[in-house]
C-alpha cells in the first residue's frame, strides 16, 4: 500500500489546527487576567473605611478602583477582541464542506437497502439509458452508475467495497497535513526560513537572556544580591549594631541606587536645594548624620536616610516628587528588614563554626525595631500611644500625668475605665475619640501558650543534654477591645476597702521620688504592697485578669517543677523495676506526634494566603498585613537559639514549632520565647521557658535486641517462616540436618 501525503489545499485542515490551539490558549488564559470584579474589593473597602479611610494606601487604593471602573482596562478589551476572533473561528470551520463522503452504491442508485437484485437491474438500466455517453449522459456519472451496480451484483466487487470502502479494492493512505502547501513550496523557502530563524535563533534566545539577567540579580525575597553581600559585610563588622548604625545599613541598601536599580527617579537639581533644608530641620530634631563609611557617604544613601528620618519624626516633605521617593523606599524596606533577619540568622551558624563573627542578640532586635518605625512612621523614643489617630505629645503627657492610672502604653489605656479614659482625654473632640477608641480595641493582643518535648525520646518531657528540643509556640490572637471583658469584677467589699485606702495614700502620691523612698522606711513592710498593688490594678475598680494569670503561671511553674521531680523519682523506681510504660502515657504521646504531623500538613497549605488583618498605618503607602517574628534566644548570654520565622497567617489561632539542642551540660537554664510585630510598637509578647536538663542516658551496647544466641541462629529458619520470611542458608541447614 503506498502513501501520499496531502497539503491543506483550500486550508480547512490549518483552520481547525488554528482553532484547537487557540482555543488551548485562550480559556486558561482568560481565568487567569480577566480583570477581578469591583464589588468584592469595594466590599472589603467599606467595611475598613471606618478605621483607615484616612490613610494613604487607602485612598490610592480606591481611586484606583475608581479608575477600573470608569474605563474598562487594554487587559480587558484585548481579551474581548480575541473571543471575537476565536467565534469568528468557530463559525468559518462551521462552514467547511466535507470532502471525504463514504461511498455508498445505494445512493448512487437511489434504491433501498432492502432493494433485491430484480430491482437493482431493473434502476440500472433506467439510469444508464439516462446518461450513457452515447445518447448525451456524463461520461463520469455513467461510470459512478456502473460501480455501483458491480458493487451490488459482483461478488469480488461486492467484497472490495466491504473490506476497503471502495469498489476498487485498496487505495493509496493519504496524511493530510494542516500547514498549506505555499509553506513547502521552493519559491517561498527562503521566506519561511528567514521566519524560523528569527523566531527561535534571535527573539527566543534574546528573550531568555533578559530573564535571566534579570532573576541572577535578585535573592529569593526579590532583593538584590549585592545588597545581600552588602549586609553580611556590616553585619559580620559590627557583631554589636545599634538601632542608629542599622538604619545607616537598610539606607545603603542598593535598591535605592540608579545605577542598580532602573526604577529609582534619577535625581535633579531640585534635590540639591531640598534636601539641605529637610537636613537641617532634623538637626533641630537632635538626629545628626556624618558617616565616612563607603557607601553610607554615596548621594544616593544620604538621600534615602534623611527621608527615612523624616518620615520617623513626622515632618512634612515639601516637595512631590521627594514624597514618591520616600513611598518607594518605605515599600522597598519590610523586604530589606527580612533579608537582614535572615542574614544575622546566617552569620549565628556561621559562628558556630568559626566562620563568621557571633552576632549579638541585641543587632537582631534592633534590626526586627525598624520595620514597625517605618510602617507606624514613629522613632522608637517615642511614646507607642502616638500610633493612634488624634493623638499627640500633650495627650502623652495627659496620660503620664494622671491621678488615677499612669498610662504608659496601649494595653494600659485600654484597660481604662470608659470615664476615667474619656475625662483624661477631654480635650479630645466627641468624633475624634470615638476613631481613636476604635482603633484601639483593634489592635492585636496575642495570648502564647508554650510547651517543650523531645519529639525523638521516649519521654516526651524528659529532657538531656544535646537532645534537640522542640518548642510549640500556640499563639490566639485577640484585640484590645475584649481586655475590659476578660477584667475580674471584686466584690463591694473589697471595692469600698480600697476606695477608702486609695482616698487615704492620694497624699503620697503627689511626693516625689527621694520622698516616697524615706515614707516607704517608716512605714509597714506588709501593707506596702497592698496599697500599692490596689493603686495599679484597680484605677477602674476592677483588677485586671492578667495579674492573676501571672499568679498562676508561678503557681504552675512551681507545680510543675514538683511534677518532674517525681516524675524523675518515679522513672528511676521504674527503671528498677523493669516496668513496662503506662499504656495510656504512650497513647496520648502517639496524638500528641499525630496532631503535630497534621498541623504540619495544615500549615503548608495555608502559608499561601499571608492576609491575615490590615494594619493601621496612615502614613505608610501600601496596604499592609499582620506578620510576626518568632525565635528562641538566650538573654543571659546574648545568644539566639533559633533562626526567625516570620508567621504570615495568624488570623485567630496558629502553632508553630521551634527546635533547637540542648544544651550539653546539665542543669537548668532559663529562656525566652519572642514574638515581635513587624507593624505594631508595644505589641511584643514573650514568655520565660525553664529548662531542667538531664545527662544523657548511655548507650546500651547489650541490648536484648542484639543478644542472639547460637541456638536461636540454628533455629533461624523456623523464626523467619513464622515471619513469613525465609533465606536460602536457613533452608539448606534444614536439609542437611
Not at 321 to 336: A, G, N, S, T, W
Not at 714 to 733: F, H, P, R, T, V
Amino acid at each position: 500500500m503506498s502513501q501520499q501525503f496531502a497539503y491543506d489545499e483550500k486550508g480547512s485542515t490549518f483552520l481547525y489546527f488554528i482553532l484547537s490551539f487557540f482555543a488551548m490558549l485562550l480559556i486558561p488564559l482568560t481565568y487567569l487576567f480577566w480583570p477581578k470584579g469591583v464589588k468584592d474589593e469595594e466590599k472589603r473597602l467599606r467595611t475598613l473605611c471606618p478605621i483607615h479611610g484616612k490613610s494613604k494606601w487607602y485612598k490610592k487604593v480606591q481611586e484606583a478602583l475608581r479608575r477600573k471602573k470608569s474605563k474598562p482596562s487594554f487587559r480587558k478589551w484585548l481579551i474581548v477582541f480575541a473571543w471575537v476572533g476565536f467565534l469568528v473561528l468557530v463559525y468559518k470551520v462551521s462552514n467547511i464542506e466535507n470532502d471525504h463522503v463514504e461511498y455508498d452504491p445505494y445512493e448512487v442508485l437511489g434504491i433501498d437497502r432492502d432493494a433485491d437484485k430484480v430491482e437493482i437491474k431493473k434502476r440500472y438500466r433506467q439510469l444508464s439509458l439516462e446518461n450513457h455517453p452515447d445518447k448525451g449522459g456524463d461520461s463520469d456519472t455513467f461510470m459512478k452508475i456502473r460501480k455501483a451496480y458491480e458493487s451490488l451484483t459482483d461478488e469480488e466487487t461486492m467484497q472490495n467495497w466491504k473490506e476497503y470502502g471502495n469498489p476498487d479494492g485498496p487505495q493509496a493512505m493519504e496524511f493530510g497535513i494542516a500547514l498549506p502547501k505555499w509553506i513547502v513550496e521552493s519559491k517561498n523557502s527562503i521566506f519561511v526560513l528567514g521566519i524560523y530563524m528569527a523566531l527561535f535563533m534571535v527573539i527566543m534566545p534574546i528573550i531568555v537572556g533578559v530573564w535571566w539577567n534579570r532573576s541572577i540579580k535578585y535573592s529569593k525575597e526579590q532583593v538584590l544580591l549585592n545588597t545581600t553581600q552588602l549586609y553580611y559585610y556590616f553585619l559580620n563588622k559590627t557583631p554589636n549594631l545599634n538601632l542608629k548604625r542599622a538604619i545607616m545599613v537598610i539606607s545603603a541598601s542598593f535598591e535605592f541606587s540608579r545605577e542598580h536599580n532602573s526604577k529609582v527617579r534619577a535625581p535633579t537639581p531640585a534635590d540639591n536645594e531640598e534636601l539641605p533644608d529637610l537636613l537641617h530641620r532634623l538637626e533641630s530634631c537632635s538626629i545628626t548624620d556624618n558617616p565616612k563609611e563607603r557607601p553610607m557617604n554615596f548621594p544616593y544613601s544620604v538621600k534615602a536616610r534623611i527621608l527615612i528620618y523624616c518620615h520617623l519624626c513626622r515632618l512634612d516633605i515639601p516637595s512631590t516628587m521627594l514624597e514618591e521617593d520616600l513611598e518607594f523606599i518605605l515599600c522597598k524596606v519590610p523586604l530589606l528588614v527580612q533579608e537582614m533577619v535572615g542574614c544575622l540568622s546566617q552569620l549565628t551558624v556561621m559562628a558556630h563554626w568559626n566562620k563568621a563573627s557571633m552576632p549579638r542578640l541585641e543587632s537582631l532586635e534592633n534590626v526586627m525595631k525598624i520595620c514597625p518605625m517605618m510602617v507606624q512612621g514613629l522613632r522608637e523614643t517615642k511614646s507607642p500611644l502616638l500610633q493612634l489617630p488624634y493623638f499627640n505629645d500633650d495627650f502623652v503627657k495627659y496620660c503620664h500625668m494622671s491621678k488615677k492610672r499612669f498610662v504608659r502604653n496601649l494595653r494600659g489605656l485600654a484597660q481604662l475605665r470608659e470615664s476615667d479614659r474619656r475625662q483624661m482625654l477631654r480635650r479630645m473632640g466627641d468624633e475624634e475619640y470615638d476613631t481613636m477608641i476604635s482603633v484601639l480595641k483593634k489592635y492585636p493582643d496575642v495570648e502564647l501558650h508554650v510547651t517543650t518535648q523531645v519529639m525523638d525520646d521516649e519521654d516526651l518531657n524528659v529532657i538531656t543534654a544535646g537532645a534537640i528540643v522542640t518548642v510549640t509556640l500556640s499563639m490566639s490572637r485577640k484585640e484590645l477591645g475584649d481586655l475590659q471583658e476578660e477584667e475580674v469584677e471584686l466584690p463591694v467589699e473589697t471595692l469600698a476597702t480600697l476606695d477608702d485606702e486609695e482616698g487615704a495614700g492620694e497624699k503620697p502620691n503627689k511626693l516625689k521620688v527621694w520622698e516616697k523612698q524615706s515614707k516607704k522606711k517608716k512605714n509597714v513592710k506588709k501593707k506596702k504592697p497592698t496599697k500599692a498593688g490596689a493603686k495599679k490594678t484597680l484605677g477602674a475598680k476592677k483588677v485586671d485578669k492578667s495579674k492573676f494569670d501571672e499568679a498562676e503561671v508561678s503557681s504552675e511553674g512551681q507545680a510543675a517543677k514538683s511534677n518532674e521531680s517525681g516524675d524523675s523519682d518515679s522513672d528511676d523506681s521504674d527503671t528498677d523495676s523493669d516496668s513496662p510504660r503506662d499504656d495510656e502515657t504512650e497513647e496520648k504521646e502517639w496524638q500528641a506526634m499525630q496532631a503535630t504531623f497534621k498541623r504540619k500538613s495544615k500549615t503548608s497549605l495555608t502559608m499561601s494566603d499571608k492576609r491575615t488583618h490590615t494594619v493601621y498605618a496612615p502614613n505608610f503607602p501600601v496596604e499592609k498585613q499582620e506578620w510576626w517574628w518568632v525565635y528562641v534566644c538566650d538573654r543571659k548570654r546574648h545568644l539566639l537559639l533559633t533562626s526567625p520565622v516570620m508567621v504570615c497567617n495568624l488570623r485567630e489561632n496558629e502553632e508553630i514549632e521551634l527546635k533547637f539542642p540542648a544544651p550539653q551540660k546539665p542543669g537548668r537554664y532559663t529562656y525566652q520565647v519572642w514574638l515581635r510585630s513587624d507593624s505594631y510598637l508595644d505589641c511584643d509578647q514573650k514568655q520565660d521557658i525553664k529548662l531542667d536538663v538531664k545527662e544523657a542516658k548511655p548507650l546500651e551496647e547489650e541490648h536484648p535486641q542484639w543478644n542472639i544466641s547460637d541456638n536461636e541462629n540454628n533455629d533461624g529458619g523456623n523464626e523467619s517462616e513464622d515471619e513469613g520470611i525465609s533465606s536460602e542458608e536457613n533452608s539448606l541447614s534444614d536439609v542437611d540436618n
